[in-house]
């Protein structure tokens, strides 16, 4: 039931891993929760089950209106597209009109001058932001622990990494959530004009592995692959229907970091205990709640 004395929160990518955790993570707490879907069956249904979901489509501004109407604070998460550019401008906009006190990005872990394709994108958006004079922050989540189980799963007892020997700190997508739901809640009175930095251990793929061996009590190795491996695994990306800017910006972060202009990803920058209260999962302790799927895969 809504409560007209709390802020409207719109999640956006309320389906997706990290939405759908914010989405549970504010259930309970003293906002109204709005989601969205470009499917309009879904918000019927979702609708009949007395949740606030409204039809919005990112590729169809026509569809903002009514979707930000009565809306205090945004979640912006986009797709992985470069069409996440032109997404991002036009909800702003929107945002803008319809009075939207707080937008809460999730952007990257980068420097300012980052010459990355899809980091340089991510920074254009959050510069965007803050010109459109509604309050924000920003959210700089690293490596998303995700990718151990997901694009970098063992196979045949080997973990395999396309950096070879360079570090990268990870963040579970849980606590990305976790934050994420935290400043909606708290709001701009707390956060806004804030960058926060998500970055909790920074491990090598030899590190990696024996994390995963530790977990599994099997023997994983570590295969250190290059940049024209990686090439090869964009293009099967690619044929799978991945974004071909996105997909190739990627072969551009394998480059810089074995080159060493984004070194800085090896950083450990973690202000999850500042604004949760408690400490960052680990990655052991991710791998721990994996250890099923690893065997699985590894084997």
Not at 16 to 31: S, Y
Not at 48 to 61: A, I, T
């Amino acid at each position: 039931m809504e409560n007209n004395s709390n802020p409207t929160v719109l999640v956006l990518g309320a389906s997706g891993t990290i939405g759908k955790q914010v989405v549970k993570d504010l259930k309970d707490k003293d906002v109204n929760v709005r989601i969205t879907s470009r499917k309009q069956e879904e918000v019927d249904k979702l609708r009949s089950e007395g949740q606030d979901c409204r039809f919005l489509d990112l590729d169809d501004p026509t569809t903002f209106a009514l979707a930000l109407a009565g809306v205090d604070r945004v979640f912006l998460l986009t797709g992985y597209t470069v069409g996440m550019l032109t997404q991002s401008k036009t909800l702003v906009d929107a945002a803008k009109k319809a009075g939207v006190k707080h937008i809460v990005h999730v952007g990257v872990f980068a420097e300012w001058d980052t010459t990355d394709a899809h980091f340089a994108w991510h920074q254009m958006i959050e510069k965007y932001i803050e010109a459109s004079g509604i309050a924000w922050t920003h959210l700089h989540p690293n490596m998303f622990m995700e990718a151990l189980t997901g694009a970098y799963l063992p196979k045949n007892l080997t973990y395999t990494t396309y950096w070879k020997d360079r570090r990268v700190g990870y963040i579970a997508a849980s606590d990305i959530a976790a934050v994420a739901a935290q400043v909606l809640v708290d709001g701009p009175e707390r956060h806004a004009g804030k960058d926060y930095w998500l970055s909790v251990e920074s491990h090598n793929g030899q590190e990696i592995a024996q994390l995963m061996s530790k977990v599994t009590g099997l023997e994983i190795k570590c295969e250190e692959k290059g940049l024209e491996e990686f090439k090869e695994l964009i293009e099967d990306w690619i044929e799978g229907g991945a974004d071909k800017w996105y997909a190739s910006a990627n072969i551009e972060f394998v480059k810089q970091m074995l080159d060493g202009r984004m070194s800085y990803m090896s950083m450990v920058q973690n202000d999850i205990p500042y604004i949760l209260g408690r400490p960052a999962k680990t990655v052991e302790e991710f791998l721990i709640e994996n250890r099923d799927t690893l065997i699985a895969s590894a084997r």
